[in-house]
């Protein structure tokens, strides 16, 4: 049976975010969900688990979960190394970076578990469609598509070493760059949101098949979601299409 | 200062050049005046006595009920209720309720303000009492999350103005806190539960110690009672408390900060609204209004029809219900209370955002947000998805557990009519975006033309 852990749901939980777990666990025929709260210990610190999952958050539960974590940095690393799944989506990508900047002041050190630094302004939105190409070992190129809706950008050599997809709409990392998250062994962290699984049935077989290694079994609905894909990819792709907003 | 009034003329040029070109612009004059004069806000005359309303959802059903109280009193109020509540709609409605030499006209003012636009608008118009309905999820594009828009209001909110601030809502109540303020809440309800069976539950953590909050009592979301165990922090005693909700006679009691009871008349059988006959009350209440007063002022009003219209048609009800887009805690909380109704339903989801549509494409992260898991109920004989995200509402209604069977999908909401069962004695609800009204209109009256023959009455 997966183990599948899903770290402080009680914080990490807007833009529906959590769905990607709850389509996970639709999807998948044999896996145990497990969801950590803000005042336990992750578990994947002490066991072993099939995969780590961290969605979006507000900036004040960022730097809670950051406090949180910073004694098991060493620990995350490890892992991170030792080929743990860990999908990180949203500004929770920002929580593993060196630090997170708002108006030019840092407001909190991350876990420098890759070089990066997050930087975002008090009031502002920056919102925009995202359609990037994700290449993973041993198969075709899949194309991701869903949103951003964020309050800054992050910039470093993370995302030039190991970028998560090739923007072809939308901003990459930031507005300068076509990277767009980090993709460094089995450690996914993307600003991405959907939430990514349910708006990218291709992208959520290949993670059950390949990180999972659940080859059985397909994406709940997978018919129904593949037509709101093509719909929204061809959508996305039609020439004039506005994307920022 | 010539530089103002030109702004204030030419404004008022344009209000008659929208009438007389048939236009309907509430934003247009106060968007010339503010594009003349920056600070137009700053130098119109405002009315002695304002009242702000504020919130996530609410504020214009609120700001109408209030506005036609006050009226009922033989009051002359300047208002919004028809316009728009952002920067530009706000110099809009002043500028009407000024003359020419810029003297107002109104004693006082009841206006709606967004609450993303507190920093435009409260350095010039600074209320004598601000309501503060609720702070919940709205669009994630413009609005994040609710803790966002309670640091705007907190760092703008001006230091005079006294609160009048929903109690059983923590994140409202985390607003401005050193200003002055009375709460307002409803005691327990017979819905209540003690653990929270919606998606979204913004209040999970202490504010002021991060452990875990206990919840006594939970309404819906993060709305109710709770309390820190560790720290001490709870939700507070309110000043106006709605009691012994009666929905057969449709009324309620409430409890005045003296311990005084008055009775009250229910405008409909929503919570929301329960909450919004409080929160008028409280204000009125505020104002210096007998609760006898406010209590027989509120007993003639209703809520305006393109909010919440339902109709006996032959062997059918129809029922429109206005659901604004992407606000995934308003739709939630009309799912739960359609699925409560007893009988034969079918309902429609027309929120496509048009204006998305047109200009980029609809973040739908906000479906995922919502308690689309309440249309499970076998009682939702068909539910019918329209417009362009209709596949994305596919998927996620199967992903709450909605049988395919009982789902139709159109992109053409033109389509809707055909796509209804309609057994006899069936309820239809239909639900519309806020930039759908007319549309919803006129796919309404096929559907009220379809249920009258079906019910063999003649006329349509």
Redesign the interface.
Known sequence: MLRIEVLFP??S???????NM??LK?SLSDAEFIET???DEPLFLTENVDMVYLGTM???AQK?IIDKLMPHRDRIRERIEEGMNFLITGNALEIFGNEIIEEGKTVTEGLGLFDFVSERRA?V?Y?C?YVGDFDAEGVDTIRIVG?K?L?GFSRGSAFEKYPFARTCLGWGINKDVKEEGIHYKNFIATYT???LF?LNPPFMKWYMSSLLGDSDSEP??YD??M??YE??LE??MAPG????? | MFRFYIALWMSKLSVIALKLTGHNGTDFPGTVALKICPDFLKYIAKPKHIIGITGTNGKTTVTNLLTDALAADGIRVLSNREGSNIRTGISTILMKGVTLFNRSRFDSAVLEIDERSAGLVFPYVRPELMLINNLTRDSIMRNAHPGFIARILTEEMPKETRLVINGDDLIACSVAPSNDRVYFGIDRMDTDTDRCINLINDMQVCPRCTSKLVFDTVRYHHIGKAHCPECGFSSPNCDYEGHDVNLMDMTMQIRDKDGSEESYRLINESVFNIYNIVAVTAVMREMGYSKERVSELLSNISIVKTRFNEQRIGDYTLSMQLSKDKNALAASRVFDYISSKSGRKEIILMMSCLGDTKHWSENTCWLYDCDFEFLADESFERIIVAGDRGLDYVLRLELAGVDKDRIRCTRNEKDIPKLLKLSPGTDVYFLYGTDSISLAESIASEIRCNMLAKSEVSEC
């Open positions: 009680e914080l939980n807007l833009y529906g975010e959590l769905a709850k389509y639709e709260s803000y005042t507000t900036e004040d809670l009031r939105r919102n469609l949103y809706s309050f949101t959907g939430p349910i709940a609905f129904d979601a037509k709101a719909c929204r959508e996305y299409k506005g994307w920022e907003y």
